[in-house]
Nanobody, 123 residues
Framework: QVTLVESGGGLVQAGGSLRLSCAAS????????MGWYRQAPGKQRELVAA???????NYADSVKGRFTISRDNAKNTVYLQMNSLKPEDTAVYYC?????????????????WGQGTQVTVSS
């Protein structure tokens, strides 16, 4: 069983900052890529930022230069520092992790999701 627990969401004024955290725990042999997605009301879930176990990152064009993704491999934790927030950043933010787990006697790569954390940016 693998669990992703997110924290750090909330209400902030436009131009403000928030930092999201997501810790993976459970029967994990290795955490591979980790990322943050978001879903606004009436819209599809979209990738915000992702980071490999080696530290390579990629970002949605809409957040480049404002958001920074990082991770602490020792803690199986990923962070999203969000600066210069805009009302259009308002969404539920979900943590995602690709983990190597032992399924019976087989190593498998499985994808897990957090429960989501609300980020609301007021104008």
């Amino acid at each position: 069983q693998v669990t992703l627990v997110e924290s750090g969401g909330g209400l902030v004024q436009a131009g403000g900052s928030l930092r999201l955290s997501c810790a993976a725990s459970g029967s994990i042999l290795r955490v591979n890529a980790m990322g943050w997605y978001r879903q606004a009301p009436g819209k599809q879930r979209e990738l915000v930022a992702a980071i490999t176990s080696g530290g390579s990152t990629n970002y949605a064009d809409s957040v480049k230069g404002r958001f920074t993704i990082s991770r602490d491999n020792a803690k199986n934790t990923v962070y999203l520092q969000m600066n210069s927030l805009k009302p259009e950043d308002t969404a539920v933010y979900y943590c995602n992790a690709d983990c190597t787990v032992l399924a019976g006697s087989t190593l498998r790569s499985k994808e897990y999701w957090g429960q989501g954390t609300q980020v609301t940016v007021s104008s």
